[in-house]
Every structure is written in structure tokens, then in C-alpha cells.
């Protein structure tokens, strides 16, 4: 399922990430359909146990991170590569107002996994990270996750993975506590059941039906 797909995005360039000040981001989302993904893919990368926080701001109320929906023609004009998704103004902090631009698409309501994943990848531009070099099982892989193995029939990925999450931490800090980072396909075997898989070192996933072995 992830082993090839669109470019999700890219981000402005800085001379080396400078992580955000006092451990909290402020996000508005000025989208018409991707509000739900923005909601999770917030809620994903606060439960990764990285020490920084995204906060999701209401109405005019200021914001470090403005979250828009663009036409293909305006997301060309910042990332011209071939099928790109998504656009984060920038690597970390700079002490102004960042953006991210998602390609308009879907109606309002319509939620998927790779909506989701594609909303934290900027976020992760966001934060500090940039594209790890090969095809990383990483979701700041320039592709969707293509290094990694395919999670258990009626998954998806949808967050932060283990390599997300340690290059992240390097920047803010970060405890360990148990996160799975996928999430129910809709209509597919799992929907509506609560995600009991959870990445290995390996890369393979553990839970219930599959433990760790040592």
C-alpha cells in the first residue's frame, strides 16, 4: 500500500532547523476539507511523546502556523515537483508567521489515512525535520512512507514513526510511551476498532496477534 505513491511535499529552506521557542505551536486551519485531518494529524504528533506541543487555535485568534487549502496552479508556484500534495513554508523557526498548502481536493468531510499523513509530513517540516535521505521508513520521507512495511490488513499509517519521532526529538526532547501510529481504513476490516499496533526497531509492527519476539 506504501510502497510508492505522490510526493507529499516540501518546505522552504533555512541554514539548519531552529527548534520552536517554549515547547508550543499555535495552528489555525483555514481549510475547507481537510479539517479533520488537520485535527489528527495534530492529535498524532502529541501523542508521539515528543516535547513540543501543536495547539489548534479558533477565529482570528493569532497563530504561529496557518494551515490553506490551494488550486494545483498556486501550490506549483512553491513546489513545483511532479504530483506534490503539500507545502510547508519553512524548517522550524524563523519568528514569523509559517504556512502550509495543501492541494485542494475531496469534498468537504472526505477523511483518509493518506490526508492525515500528509498533514503531519508538513507539520513535521514545521517542527524542524526535512526529508531523510533514501526511502527511510519514515513519514518525512518524500514519498508516502515507501520504506516501510505494510501495516496489518485494514491499517494505514497515519502518524509519526519511529524515525519521525527521533529525528524530532533531537530537536525538542523526548520521552518514550506507547503510540500506534495507524489508524483504521474506512470499510476495511478494523474500522471503528482502536488501534492496537504499535512499530518495532525493525520496522515490522507487534500487537496483539503479532507479539515481539526477542
Not at 498524532?44 to 490551494?70: I, K
Not at 522550524?92 to 499523513?117: K, M, N, V
Not at 519514515?138 to 499509517?157: K, L, N
Request: charge should be positive; glycine fraction near 14%.
Amino acid at each position: 500500500m506504501f510502497a510508492a505513491g505522490p510526493v507529499l511535499g516540501s518546505s522552504g529552506r533555512q541554514s539548519g532547523p531552529v527548534p520552536w521557542p517554549h515547547g508550543q505551536i499555535t495552528v489555525r486551519d483555514e481549510t475547507r476539507s481537510y479539517g479533520q485531518d488537520v485535527r489528527a494529524a495534530i492529535t498524532a504528533w502529541n501523542s508521539a511523546g515528543v516535547h513540543v506541543r501543536l495547539r489548534l487555535v479558533r477565529g482570528s485568534a493569532p497563530a504561529d502556523v496557518t494551515v490553506r487549502e490551494v488550486p494545483r496552479e498556486t501550490l506549483k508556484q512553491s513546489c513545483p515537483k511532479r504530483d506534490c500534495q503539500g507545502h510547508a513554508s519553512n524548517l522550524g523557526f524563523r519568528g514569523l508567521p509559517e504556512r502550509i498548502e495543501l492541494l485542494r481536493q475531496g469534498p468537504a468531510g472526505f477523511h483518509t489515512p493518506f490526508r492525515t499523513i500528509l498533514v503531519a509530513h508538513e507539520l513535521g517540516h514545521i517542527l524542524g525535520l526535512g526529508h531523510p535521505p533514501g526511502r527511510a521508513c519514515a513519514i518525512m520521507t518524500s514519498h508516502v512512507a515507501g520504506g516501510c512495511p505494510a501495516p496489518p490488513v485494514g491499517w494505514a499509517i497515519c502518524g509519526p514513526l519511529e524515525r519521525d519521532v527521533r529525528a524530532a526529538g533531537a530537536l525538542y526532547g523526548s520521552s518514550p510511551r506507547a503510540y500506534a501510529p495507524v489508524c483504521p481504513i474506512s470499510g476495511g476490516p478494523a474500522s471503528g476498532a482502536r488501534p492496537p499496533w504499535r512499530q518495532l526497531a525493525s520496522g515490522r509492527w507487534a500487537g496483539p496477534e503479532l507479539p515481539e519476539k526477542p
